[in-house]
């Protein structure tokens, strides 16, 4: 249950030089050094046992610009106070890469389709691989497990420091989770990956660079959690706890200082009340106070800080403390500057694309642009991938909608399969996707496991409109009033309200499954609205029928049972269920008490996390809860299609991506701390 540590003690070597004693190494030309114990990286005493280097370091030669940039960090200290004694050690795709420049992204909205961007600075203890197989080392240099997944233990790198130069050590990891995440007065609900079958673990640190995650029972999977996570489980206490009144009894006093009403506020302006990452910092959402601050925005791990933040976007600069560095002693990141603007339209996104005002993209954008993005790719100097994705556009029902007739029938699963039933998917693949996709059923697994029998892909995907109505039939659904239209079998008429984001779905596969409903006499109107809207809306219990993508690898299932329980999904997501959630969520004093099987698929869910990885018992649980998904009908599949990814051809390192995916965090696979500009 092991994993190695591998490296300790090294000793650095500094240089202003461009280049170091270590050979250029790179993943297409390894120049016969040996692979690591992990792919595409070392730890430096392995990478310089591997390649009979002593290694030389040497920092962007505007890291002190860059510094001074960053409101209230200090004046930067040479690059061997900076790094950690025991660098990760990256290996660059295809070159050692050049300082400078500035990567420009395009997002949605302050907090809506930036996880894309996000992903291109973001880190956590563990990632996986590229090849979407192999977690590996990020910020912890190593890991272990005992032999029962009860107790998990995480060796971070000596010397390793926040974004401001104070030391990062076990202590923010406990301050994270004992002192925000199971802190209801910071976050009211806890999230269930912090929790193990409902239960709290418990964090120690025998010492700065050891913490002990104690389970109360076994949940192998809290390790493919973190490496597929934007929630970071470490927050800088040197920062935060000073405004916390648990750590620090001045906490409400210091915060009257600075215009706010206690600590917990100042914590709320710097972290936000949920695990999100990206939530806006003091210079967006207390731009009156910003300035009364030690600093506008928290310390980071991550590549890049936030310097300016408005209602039109972001712009961040290179930590100059970040703790990787290339196969020659070069600290990264290699791009010195990002610029996030938002752009909310989707017309508008793809214009900008075209004429090559971004450097990368993937989010929001769906199979129906790519053949526009790629009539221009020559003209515009960018390169296209098309991608498989793991999650698929998919409907759901409100099953506990405010109107009592329409949760009736919404709540039926006979409705729900004459729904599936009326799609025409083959006319949504060919329409939207141009032929490219796979008529699909949501079976909560993609891709499917080897314990998922294929022909669950397929229940309830063909187009069979007089089944949809025999099944409509059953339900009480009758045209009462000859217009063509079903009321419901209370009488009163319905009309479906499809409220849809791009974001999370196309208008091509919205417009054809409301026109394949309509064939069926269910009547329905369409509008685009923003991802905050539709969210909004969604959180509210308002939404008719929900529409997102949704389709999660077992890498995810094994870390969280929020796919399995009510609302079952993020905020950001698709959800059903909002009254059932409330009344597991107070113990059946508020809400809509849900169905036996929704309370067996949480108990299901708990003893499949709790098996152990490959093992018929978990096999079984997994096949289980795959079964009674589909056979429920809850979400409702579409077509499972390619999706495109835009870079533009300047920068470098970009690699062939594996997949078009939310679910192992976009870019974070893919390294993008090496990647740079050419010219």
Same mark, same amino acid.
């Not at 390894?30 to 046992?49: C, I, R, W």
């Not at 006979?414 to 998917?425: G, V």
């Not at 008529?439 to 309830?460: C, N």
């Given at each position: 249950?092991?994993?190695?540590?591998?490296?300790?003690?090294?000793?650095?070597?500094?240089?202003?030089?461009?280049?170091?004693?270590?050979?250029?190494?790179?993943?297409?030309?390894?120049?016969?050094?040996?692979?690591?114990?992990?792919?595409?990286?070392?730890?430096?005493?392995?990478?310089?046992?591997?390649?009979?280097?002593?290694?030389?370091?040497?920092?962007?030669?505007?890291?002190?610009?860059?510094?001074?940039?960053?409101?209230?960090?200090?004046?930067?200290?040479?690059?061997?106070?900076?790094?950690?004694?025991?660098?990760?050690?990256?290996?660059?795709?295809?070159?050692?890469?050049?300082?400078?420049?500035?990567?420009?992204?395009?997002?949605?909205?302050?907090?809506?389709?930036?996880?894309?961007?996000?992903?291109?600075?973001?880190?956590?203890?563990?990632?996986?691989?590229?090849?979407?197989?192999?977690?590996?080392?990020?910020?912890?240099?190593?890991?272990?497990?005992?032999?029962?997944?009860?107790?998990?233990?995480?060796?971070?790198?000596?010397?390793?420091?926040?974004?401001?130069?104070?030391?990062?050590?076990?202590?923010?990891?406990?301050?994270?989770?004992?002192?925000?995440?199971?802190?209801?007065?910071?976050?009211?609900?806890?999230?269930?990956?912090?929790?193990?079958?409902?239960?709290?673990?418990?964090?120690?640190?025998?010492?700065?660079?050891?913490?002990?995650?104690?389970?109360?029972?076994?949940?192998?999977?809290?390790?493919?959690?973190?490496?597929?996570?934007?929630?970071?489980?470490?927050?800088?206490?040197?920062?935060?706890?000073?405004?916390?009144?648990?750590?620090?009894?001045?906490?409400?006093?210091?915060?009257?200082?600075?215009?706010?009403?206690?600590?917990?506020?100042?914590?709320?302006?710097?972290?936000?009340?949920?695990?999100?990452?990206?939530?806006?910092?003091?210079?967006?959402?207390?731009?009156?106070?910003?300035?009364?601050?030690?600093?506008?925005?928290?310390?980071?791990?991550?590549?890049?800080?936030?310097?300016?933040?408005?209602?039109?976007?972001?712009?961040?600069?290179?930590?100059?403390?970040?703790?990787?560095?290339?196969?020659?002693?070069?600290?990264?990141?290699?791009?010195?500057?990002?610029?996030?603007?938002?752009?909310?339209?989707?017309?508008?996104?793809?214009?900008?694309?075209?004429?090559?005002?971004?450097?990368?993209?993937?989010?929001?954008?769906?199979?129906?642009?790519?053949?526009?993005?790629?009539?221009?790719?020559?003209?515009?100097?960018?390169?296209?991938?098309?991608?498989?994705?793991?999650?698929?556009?998919?409907?759901?029902?409100?099953?506990?909608?405010?109107?009592?007739?329409?949760?009736?029938?919404?709540?039926?699963?006979?409705?729900?399969?004459?729904?599936?039933?009326?799609?025409?998917?083959?006319?949504?693949?060919?329409?939207?996707?141009?032929?490219?996709?796979?008529?699909?059923?949501?079976?909560?697994?993609?891709?499917?496991?080897?314990?998922?029998?294929?022909?669950?892909?397929?229940?309830?995907?063909?187009?069979?409109?007089?089944?949809?109505?025999?099944?409509?039939?059953?339900?009480?659904?009758? !045209?009462? #009033? /000859?217009?063509?239209?079903? &009321?419901? %079998?209370?009488?009163? +008429?319905?009309?479906?309200?499809?409220?849809? =984001?791009?974001?999370?779905?196309?208008?091509?596969?919205?417009?054809?499954?409301?026109?394949?409903?309509?064939?069926?006499?269910?009547?329905?109107?369409?509008?685009?609205?923003?991802?905050?809207?539709?969210?909004?809306?969604?959180?509210?219990?308002?939404?008719?029928?929900?529409?997102?993508?949704?389709?999660?690898?077992?890498?995810?299932?094994?870390?969280?049972?929020?796919?399995?329980?009510?609302?079952?999904?993020?905020?950001?997501?698709?959800?059903?269920?909002?009254?059932?959630?409330?009344?597991? !969520?107070? #113990? /059946?004093?508020?809400?809509? &008490?849900? %169905?036996?099987?929704? +309370?067996?698929?949480?108990?299901?869910?708990? =003893?499949?996390?709790?098996?152990?990885?490959?093992?018929?018992?978990?096999?079984?649980?997994?096949?289980?809860?795959?079964?009674?998904?589909?056979?429920?009908?809850?979400?409702?599949?579409?077509?499972?299609?390619?999706?495109?990814?835009?870079?533009?051809?300047?920068?470098?390192?970009?690699?062939?991506?594996?997949?078009?995916?939310?679910?192992?965090?976009?870019?974070?696979?893919?390294?993008?701390?090496?990647?740079?500009?050419?010219?």
């Amino acid at each position: 249950m092991k994993r190695a540590i591998v490296g300790a003690g090294a000793i650095l070597l500094f240089s202003t030089a461009a280049h170091a004693n270590c050979p250029a190494i790179t993943v297409d030309d390894m120049k016969d050094v040996a692979v690591g114990e992990f792919p595409q990286q070392y730890e430096l005493v392995e990478f310089e046992t591997a390649a009979d280097c002593k290694m030389e370091f040497s920092a962007n030669p505007e890291a002190e610009t860059l510094n001074s940039e960053l409101k209230g960090n200090p004046p930067l200290p040479g690059l061997a106070e900076r790094i950690p004694s025991e660098p990760l050690v990256v290996v660059p795709y295809k070159q050692v890469g050049k300082y400078g420049g500035t990567l420009s992204a395009l997002s949605n909205a302050t907090e809506a389709g930036t996880s894309d961007f996000l992903s291109i600075r973001h880190v956590n203890l563990v990632r996986y691989a590229d090849d979407l197989a192999t977690i590996v080392p990020n910020v912890a240099k190593g890991w272990e497990w005992n032999d029962d997944y009860t107790k998990l233990t995480f060796f971070l790198r000596d010397g390793h420091k926040w974004s401001d130069g104070e030391p990062f050590t076990s202590a923010d990891i406990k301050f994270w989770y004992d002192n925000l995440a199971l802190d209801p007065k910071i976050i009211e609900k806890p999230q269930d990956y912090v929790l193990v079958a409902s239960e709290r673990m418990t964090v120690d640190t025998p010492d700065d660079t050891t913490v002990v995650f104690n389970l109360p029972s076994p949940k192998p999977g809290l390790l493919a959690h973190f490496a597929t996570s934007y929630a970071q489980p470490f927050q800088p206490k040197h920062f935060l706890g000073k405004y916390h009144p648990d750590i620090n009894p001045d906490a409400d006093e210091l915060a009257q200082e600075a215009g706010f009403e206690n600590g917990l506020e100042v914590v709320a302006a710097y972290y936000g009340n949920s695990d999100w990452t990206d939530t806006p910092t003091p210079m967006l959402s207390q731009s009156d106070k910003v300035g009364n601050l030690p600093a506008p925005t928290l310390p980071t791990l991550e590549s890049h800080v936030y310097v300016s933040e408005t209602t039109k976007g972001r712009k961040l600069v290179a930590n100059p403390y970040f703790f990787m560095v290339d196969t020659t002693g070069q600290q990264l990141p290699y791009i010195s500057r990002q610029d996030e603007l938002y752009v909310d339209d989707d017309e508008d996104r793809i214009q900008k694309l075209v004429d090559g005002e971004a450097d990368y993209k993937s989010q929001s954008l769906n199979l129906p642009s790519a053949l526009l993005l790629m009539e221009n790719r020559d003209k515009g100097d960018f390169t296209i991938q098309l991608k498989p994705t793991i999650a698929s556009p998919t409907f759901a029902f409100n099953v506990t909608s405010e109107d009592e007739g329409k949760r009736q029938v919404f709540g039926d699963v006979r409705f729900r399969r004459a729904m599936s039933l009326a799609m025409d998917r083959e006319e949504i693949n060919q329409t939207a996707y141009f032929g490219e996709g796979e008529p699909i059923q949501y079976t909560g697994f993609s891709p499917l496991p080897d314990f998922v029998p294929e022909e669950l892909r397929k229940a309830y995907v063909e187009h069979d409109p007089e089944a949809a109505k025999n099944l409509l039939d059953e339900v009480g659904m009758k !045209d009462t #009033d /000859g217009d063509g239209f079903r &009321e419901l %079998p209370n009488g009163e +008429k319905i009309t479906l309200n499809l409220q849809f =984001a791009t974001q999370g779905i196309p208008s091509e596969v919205v417009e054809l499954v409301a026109r394949n409903w309509s064939d069926v006499g269910i009547l329905s109107t369409v509008k685009e609205v923003t991802p905050d809207e539709y969210r909004s809306a969604q959180s509210s219990n308002q939404l008719d029928v929900g529409m997102w993508r949704k389709g999660q690898p077992l890498a995810v299932h094994l870390g969280t049972n929020n796919y399995w329980i009510p609302p079952f999904d993020s905020y950001f997501d698709l959800r059903t269920g909002m009254l059932w959630a409330e009344w597991l !969520d107070s #113990d /059946g004093a508020n809400g809509v &008490e849900p %169905p036996e099987w929704v +309370k067996q698929m949480g108990m299901d869910v708990d =003893a499949f996390q709790a098996a152990s990885p490959g093992s018929p018992e978990q096999a079984e649980y997994g096949r289980k809860l795959a079964e009674t998904i589909v056979d429920q009908m809850l979400f409702i599949g579409t077509v499972q299609a390619p999706a495109p990814i835009y870079h533009r051809n300047a920068l470098k390192n970009v690699p062939d991506f594996k997949t078009w995916s939310n679910e192992y965090y976009r870019t974070f696979p893919y390294r993008p701390a090496q990647w740079f500009f050419s010219g």
